[in-house]
Nanobody, 121 residues
Framework: QVQLGESGGGLVQAGGSLTLSCTAS????????MGWFRQAPGKEREFVGR??????????YYADSVKGRFTISRDNAKNTVYLQMDRLKPEDTAVYYC????????????WGQGTQVTVSS
């Protein structure tokens, strides 16, 4: 079972940037999707974006709320997916989670433990 671990959270001022990392315990076999989610206090967990990894290429998708500000990328050699967050807003404050989904599956599993991102105004 692949295990995921996030890192890179912290406190940043509005307008600033942070990069989150999600590292898998072992190489995943494509097709595989890595997703980023977040959960703010008192709110339900929401989708942030995902990267779909195929033999023929890689595709990224983003929630409207972060499109143009957040970028997902990967480093195969490090079994790591990144979430680059620019022009951060206070409403981006949340615990951010990464999750994996094997090709053909509709279930996000495994999940990382989450990392806190706080954006001050």
């Amino acid at each position: 079972q692949v295990q995921l671990g996030e890192s890179g959270g912290g406190l940043v001022q509005a307008g600033g940037s942070l990069t989150l990392s999600c590292t898998a315990s072992e190489r995943t076999v494509s097709p595989y999707t890595m997703g980023w989610f977040r959960q703010a206090p008192g709110k339900e967990r929401e989708f942030v974006g995902r990267i779909e990894i195929y033999v023929i290429g890689v595709y990224t998708y983003y929630a409207d709320s972060v499109k143009g500000r957040f970028t997902i990328s990967r480093d195969n050699a490090k079994n790591t997916v990144y979430l680059q967050m620019d022009r951060l807003k206070p409403e981006d404050t949340a615990v951010y989670y990464c999750a994996g989904r094997a090709g053909g599956s509709s279930t996000w599993d495994p999940w990382g433990q989450g990392t806190q991102v706080t954006v001050s105004s």
